[in-house]
């Protein structure tokens, strides 16, 4: 059986670039979750600033005070921990950094899986001790 030898440099056809298969259609700002890869858009109903995924409610700490900064340089992964509710109604979600523990929250937004934030909000039922940390933090 012959032996199989390489082409030579200017024989092989060069590759395409990979934008050209897999940036079609997304935007810059776009992002992809760190929990359950999905792409996710920025522009969302309810939110000016979306930095959460709408099926898992994961996020990345990407802002430090102000909604929208993306001044934080941690870039942390942050899990969904609870929910509440402003006096005006308002459902908000509060996240905790992995990596730095920090505390944010984030208001939710009109296309948020409705069973994820139901299960968050009953979560404390769950576990009391993990509830009442995050009050005491807040």
Do not use: Y
Not at 16 to 21: A, G, S, T
């Amino acid at each position: 059986m012959p032996r199989r030898t390489r082409p030579r440099a200017q024989d092989q056809r060069r590759q395409r670039h990979k934008d050209v298969l897999h940036d079609q259609g997304r935007r810059a700002n776009d992002f992809r979750c760190v929990g359950c890869r999905l792409d996710v858009s920025v522009d969302a109903p309810g939110t000016a600033h979306r930095n959460h995924c709408p099926q898992c409610l994961a996020s990345l700490h990407v802002d430090r005070r102000i909604p929208g900064d993306r001044a934080s340089e941690c870039r942390g992964r942050m899990e969904a921990l609870a929910v509440f509710t402003r006096p005006d109604g308002e459902w908000m979600i509060v996240h905790q950094c992995l990596s730095c523990d920090e505390l944010s929250s984030n208001r939710i937004a009109g296309d948020d899986n409705a069973l994820a934030l139901v299960r968050l909000a009953l979560r404390p039922l769950q576990d009391t001790d993990r509830a009442s940390r995050t009050l005491i933090n807040l």
